[in-house]
Nanobody, 125 residues
Framework: QVQLVESGGGTVKPGGSLRLSCAASGFTVGNHCMAWFRRAPGKEREGVASIYAGSDNAFYVDAVAGRFTISRDNAKNTVYLEMSGLKPEDTAMYYC??????????????????WGQGTQVTVSS
């Protein structure tokens, strides 16, 4: 049974940092494209970062490029999102998602088959 469990959210001040974790079970994260999405109140779900299956290559939505980094630890079967220089507009529920085996990275939600329950990130002074 596939399961994704996010953790690491919280409240930080502008300019602060957080590291989100997504622990996976039921499949091997290294063989799948993985992504982080977010949904802010009153806004649509937005793809934030994605990493290719079998590769460290990744890409990001313009709003977070240079501030966020997606990575995976195959030994722990976990995907991370390192966030720095956080801004109030980064406030959202963040979700981890897994695509099919050997998929290309994508920020389109319909490319992903499995989703976690989310972890809240709030950036406020």
């Amino acid at each position: 049974q596939v399961q994704l469990v996010e953790s690491g959210g919280g409240t930080v001040k502008p300019g602060g940092s957080l590291r989100l974790s997504c622990a996976a079970s039921g499949f091997t994260v290294g063989n799948h494209c993985m992504a982080w999405f977010r949904r802010a109140p009153g806004k649509e779900r937005e793809g934030v970062a994605s990493i290719y299956a079998g590769s460290d290559n990744a890409f990001y939505v313009d709003a977070v490029a240079g501030r966020f980094t997606i990575s995976r630890d195959n030994a722990k079967n976990t995907v991370y999102l390192e966030m720095s220089g956080l801004k109030p507009e980064d406030t959202a529920m963040y979700y981890c998602a897994a695509g099919s085996a050997y998929c290309a990275a994508s920020l389109e939600h319909y490319e992903y088959n499995y989703w976690g329950q989310g972890t809240q990130v709030t950036v406020s002074s």
